[in-house]
């Protein structure tokens, strides 16, 4: 505590009162700086440690440290120890690997480009519409897609190329490929789209009849015979980013229109997987010729568009008699 004492005329005053005044600014303290407020706010410093704590601590943090190291090397040399049978790592990396296994893309193909469709309501081609002055390999592709789209169904035969593409380190094999969501009705006879030309496909596809009660994938049929069970002696085999090609034929039931999706079955690390395969949301869709007349080749239709003859080559024509044309297709008997 700090004090001070003024010097005033009056201090001298050796009256009572006087003497009074002077002792009372003499014990008056003296108000600190605000340099003295930092200074007396100021922490201590810890105390430092002592010598022996230091000795006793660094021993202890080096046995820690040795410790962790053996136990690191120990499980190092564990898992560099263990045989690839039983650490799979392919099967570890797929773990955290997203997206489906398999990538499969399907697109209808118009087999020995034959375009032969089928909705079932009468469908008009406006008049100015390009198909009726010439109709061209990739204008009628096109046009046929589009009106799948709007539902229509292929006549006779449903082909489609299918492509396999493995998504996973683990090798994938494909073991069967079957029909699923299977919906029948009679045959679609609302307007025929036809048009033929010449062409062919060298690859063996994968079949299906819908005759059967039970429809196989089949290998392709021989002398009029079916073909063996596909998948009985074979399989589809993928690696990573490895693309196969299948073809598949769907043969329509006589009298019947059906709808369906494709069951795809495969194996990855023992394990049994499924995938269902459609027509970018909607179900494949195949019928059987509309006849009126059993065994002729003459279709039924409401309406019919066939391929003639144009001073630009060929091109779509509106058929004079919808319920008596000729197609390259027999009516069942």
Known sequence: MHYSILAKSWIFDMSPLGLLKAASIMIRPKR????????????????????????????????????????????VTMLTSIPGQVLDIPALADLVRSGKDIRITAEIINEDDIFDVALPFEYFIPADDPLLNSAELQSM???????????????????????????????????????SNIHTMTPVRGTLISANAEGADENEPIVFDLS???PLAREAPKDDN????????????????????????????????????????????????????????????????????????????????????????????????????????????
């Open 226 to 333: 079916p073909g063996p069970p596909y998948f009985k002696k074979k399989t589809i085999s993928l690696a990573d980013h490895e693309q196969v090609v299948v073809l598949v034929e769907v043969y329509a039931k006589p009298k019947t229109a059906t709808e369906f999706t494709l069951d795809v079955q495969y194996l990855i690390g023992g394990e049994t997987r499924r995938l269902t395969i459609d027509n970018h949301d909607q179900p494949f869709r195949v019928t059987s010729i509309s006849c009126n007349e059993p065994g002729s080749y003459y279709s039924d239709y409401e309406r019919a568009y066939t391929m003639e003859v144009s001073p630009q080559g060929f091109a779509l024509a509106l058929a004079s008699d919808p319920h008596r044309v000729q197609t390259g297709w027999s009516c069942p008997l």
């Open 32 to 75: 600190k700086t605000n340099w003295q407020r930092r200074i007396g706010r100021t922490r201590h410093p810890r105390k430092p440690q002592s010598h022996t704590r230091r000795l006793v601590q660094k021993p202890v943090a080096w046995a820690v440290g040795i410790v962790l190291g053996a136990i690191s090397a120990i499980v």
């Open 212 to 214: 059967e009660s039970l």
């Open 141 to 179: 592709t096109a046009f046929t897609d589009r009106l799948r789209h709007e539902g229509a169904f292929d006549v006779g035969t449903l082909s489609l190329r299918l492509i396999f593409e493995g998504r996973r380190n683990q090798r994938i094999q494909v073991s069967n490929i079957s029909l």
